[in-house]
């Protein structure tokens, strides 16, 4: 006998648990069990007012970040989306069906503020080594650097001659911080060539 499609409706009560659709062998399963954000918390409190509306949670941000990361979603607005719509991603942010996913703008907000200000990626980075130590999967007696040599391509429409060097109303926040922790013996090492131009979009 042919079958009807059911015509979906609204039901009053639901019996669901997003840990039952999400696959045991899906990545997100895999990291979730080494990801350990519980001291984040504290290492933020100085950053935060004791009074006000309470703010997004830190951990849900680090862990949309991780997914955005891990999935290669370089772009912050469809990271929300994507969490919003994933039931593996919900899953590995702690949110239920009608959890509410944070805006995009907030990440970019917490980036260029409490992120950056409490040092809390780099704090992240040093957890996830000693973990990686902790595990085995890190020996800690030597690392290697990537240093291929990339033939530049540079438009001169973006870009000024080489020996004027970088106009300073040019060099973005990033590249002036990123000059002021170099020393002396990092601009020793740097090659002696003067570059024909310098592209105003990526300085590098």
């Not at 979730?32 to 935060?48: A, C, Q, T």
Request: proline share 5%; hydrophobic share 40%; charged share 30%.
């Amino acid at each position: 006998m042919m079958g009807e499609r059911t015509v979906m409706q609204e039901a009053l009560f639901y019996s669901f648990r997003i840990e039952d659709h999400v696959p045991v062998d899906h990545l997100l399963r895999a990291i979730d069990r080494f990801v350990d954000l519980s001291g984040i918390r504290e290492h933020l409190k100085p950053f935060y007012s004791a009074t006000g509306r309470p703010s997004i949670d830190p951990e849900l941000m680090i862990r949309m970040l991780i997914i955005g990361y891990c999935m290669g979603i370089r772009s912050e607005r469809r990271l929300c989306e994507e969490v919003h719509l994933n039931l593996a991603y919900r899953w590995f942010c702690r949110l239920d069906l009608d959890g509410a996913v944070p805006d995009h703008s907030t990440f970019s907000k917490n980036r260029h503020g409490r992120f950056r200000d409490s040092d809390l990626l780099r704090k992240l980075f040093e957890l996830t080594v000693e973990r990686c130590m902790a595990e085995g999967l890190v020996g800690a007696e030597g690392f290697a650097v990537d240093a291929s040599l990339i033939r530049a391509d540079v438009r001169r429409q973006r870009s000024v001659p080489g020996e004027k060097g970088l106009p300073s109303e040019a060099a973005g926040r990033a590249v002036a911080e990123y000059l002021e922790v170099l020393d002396d013996a990092a601009f020793g090492g740097a090659t002696p060539v003067t570059p024909k131009r310098i592209n105003l979009t990526d300085p590098a």
